[in-house]
Nanobody, 121 residues
Framework: QVQLVESGGGLVQPGGSLRLSCVAS????????MGWYRQAPGKQREMVAT???????NLADSAKGRFTITRDNAKKTVYLQMNSLKPEDTAVYYC???????????????WGQGTQVTVSS
């Protein structure tokens, strides 16, 4: 069993900051990419930022210059530091990880339960 547990969401005023965390646990042999996606009401889920196991970050254009993704491989944790937040950043943010479990050959996509981020005055 693999679990991804997010934390750090909440209500923040425009221009404010939040830091999201996601911890992976379970029977994990290796983690490839970890990242963050978000889904606003009435919209499709979209990639916000991803981070490969070799240390390469990838940010959506909407996140560049404001968000930073970092990763602690030893802790199986990925972080998303979000600065200069805008009302359009309001969404449920989901953690994603591509994981190989012990006893398995292939890698599979796993998702967290989501954490709400609301940017409003």
């Amino acid at each position: 069993q693999v679990q991804l547990v997010e934390s750090g969401g909440g209500l923040v005023q425009p221009g404010g900051s939040l830091r999201l965390s996601c911890v992976a646990s379970g029977s994990i042999r290796s983690i490839n990419t970890m990242g963050w996606y978000r889904q606003a009401p009435g919209k499709q889920r979209e990639m916000v930022a991803t981070h490969t196991s070799s240390g390469l970050p990838n940010l959506a254009d909407s996140a560049k210059g404001r968000f930073t993704i970092t990763r602690d491989n030893a802790k199986k944790t990925v972080y998303l530091q979000m600065n200069s937040l805008k009302p359009e950043d309001t969404a449920v943010y989901y953690c994603n990880a591509v994981i190989t479990r012990y006893g398995e050959i292939g890698s599979y996509n796993y998702w967290g339960q989501g954490t709400q981020v609301t940017v409003s005055s």
